[in-house]
């Protein structure tokens, strides 16, 4: 998939196109279903398929303090790619940015620069200033100026809505296979292993300290999961995470700690990508650091059992089939 990230400074144009427009944080399987629109209606008219997203997430300028990236600006750049689509437009968004006028959206951009026959959004889509452009003024737009907008049903999964804030919600109470569903895949983080303090190391256990980028990415909720790690050049080894505080010693900072299985070498400096299957239990405090390294050892066992295997707690059901809700 080609990117493109400075349309408004260069010349680029598209005479004809199929346009989806949206932040797309997380590409979850509503998104998938919307890209799919895409990458097909733009096949059916011979026409190159563009989807338009922003960067950085506009939550982040508007509300300060967001904490709540589900995927990296270059990983979302990936799953649009695997989505089918052929061209990304990548939009840097300020605050000026967010002043501008749905029609000049329209006007300078979608039809101007991409030429777009048809765009694609979702049933919640807004854009502009104050949020003014809305589907239905998108579909007044297109009768205008001469393109169709196709607007994109509520998508459910076992009658459960799919939505980037139902996702965080699942992964604030730890719920990382209810997540998976509604993404399509497993939940990731990922990011560079940092010097820590040696604790796991002592108890046999050695982990691996991830400082996760991007910084308000969401992390699951307090607790130990069984999950996937993979280190640059493809190196893959299942492990066991834990998500918290170490209240055993005290606590303190909110940490991400790894332990993979099968793997003896030095991890410090390197960069970890980490997918979370299941959740094994919550964190909890111990007596002692021979009480913890017992419970340590049966939590890799664990994690060693592949997914749907019971687990105290009991693993929930993976199973879903998905509907385009009318």
């Known amino acids: 998939m080609d990117v493109i990230r400075n349309l408004l400074e260069s010349g680029w144009r598209l005479p004809a196109s199929v346009v989806g427009v949206g932040t797309f944080d997380g590409v979850h399987v509503a998104h998938q279903a919307l890209l799919r629109t895409v990458a097909g209606q733009a096949r059916a008219l011979g026409v190159p398929s563009v989807v338009v997203t922003f960067d950085p997430h506009p939550m982040e300028v508007l509300r300060p303090g967001f904490a709540g990236r589900l995927l990296s600006a270059q990983r979302k750049l990936v799953e649009i790619g695997r989505a089918g689509v052929e061209m990304a437009i990548v939009l840097p968004f300020s605050l000026e940015f967010a002043r501008t006028e749905p029609e000049d959206f329209v006007d300078e951009i979608l039809l101007g620069r991409l030429g777009a026959r ?75 292993v940092v010097s820590g303090e040696g604790r796991g190391r002592q108890l046999g256990f050695p982990t691996a300290n991830l400082q996760v980028v991007p910084d308000n990415a969401v992390v699951p909720g307090r607790g130990v999961y069984a999950g996937t790690a993979t280190l640059e050049g493809g190196e893959t080894h299942g492990c066991a995470i834990n998500v918290g505080t170490a209240p055993t010693f005290g606590g303190g900072l909110h940490k991400v700690e790894v332990h993979l299985l099968d793997f003896s070498g030095e991890l410090t400096g390197r960069r ?49 089939q998905g509907s385009v809700a009318p």
């Open 272 to 320: 970890l990508r980490v997918q979370f299957r299941r959740r094994l239990r919550d964190e909890r405090a111990f007596v002692d650091g021979q009480e913890l390294a017992e419970q340590i050892r049966r939590d890799v066992a664990a994690s060693r059992l592949p997914s749907g295997a019971p687990v105290r707690p009991p693993a929930r059901p993976a199973g879903a």
């Open 118 to 192: 048809e765009v694609v959004v979702g049933f919640n889509f807004t854009f502009g200033y104050r949020a003014r452009g809305t589907p239905h003024l998108l579909e007044e737009l297109g009768e205008r100026n001469g393109f169709v907008t196709h607007v994109v049903a509520p998508y459910t999964l076992q009658g459960e809505p799919v939505s980037s804030s139902a996702i965080r919600q699942m992964l604030a109470k730890g719920d990382v296979e209810g997540a998976a569903r509604l993404l399509g895949r497993l939940y990731a983080l990922e990011g560079d």
